[in-house]
């Protein structure tokens, strides 16, 4: 499975961009698909993810302004960022998991990775 995201770039604040990560094609050991994202001298964090199921998951700092969705005839995976703040300044990762490590939402249970794309907010 190869990842490749797009759609970053510099942005104002309250803008709302949208990043796409393209696959390769998921195969059916694939269990969580979602977005990290790490901003300088900061750990990797999980923004959002969606299970196995479909059901979106959101990190609390972007409940409410960030939506992630799929596109299962594309194999694109979406982010939907409104109402960007300074703070969500960071390179953004789209990763998928496999079944073995379902529900364990850790990036080193992440075995797929994009290169990432990079947002800066100001």
């Known amino acids: 499975v190869q990842l490749v995201e797009s759609g970053g770039g510099s942005v104002q604040a309250g803008g709302s961009p949208t990043l796409s990560c393209t696959s390769s094609?998921?195969?059916?050991?694939?269990?969580?698909k979602g977005w990290f994202r790490q901003a300088p001298g900061k750990e990797r964090e999980l923004v959002s993810f969606?299970?196995?199921?479909?059901?979106?998951t959101y990190a609390d700092s972007v409940k409410g302004r960030f939506t992630i969705s799929q596109d299962n005839v594309k194999n694109t995976l979406y982010l939907q960022m409104n109402g960007l703040r300074p703070e969500d300044t960071a390179k953004y990762f789209c990763?998928?998991?496999?079944?073995?490590?379902?529900?364990?939402?850790?990036?080193?249970?992440?075995?797929?990775w994009g290169q990432g794309t990079q947002v800066t907010v100001s």
């Open positions: 094609g998921y195969d059916i050991s694939t269990c969580e």
């Open positions: 990763a998928a998991s496999q079944n073995v490590n379902c529900g364990r939402l850790r990036p080193i249970y992440f075995a797929y």
């Open positions: 969606i299970s196995s199921d479909g059901a979106p």
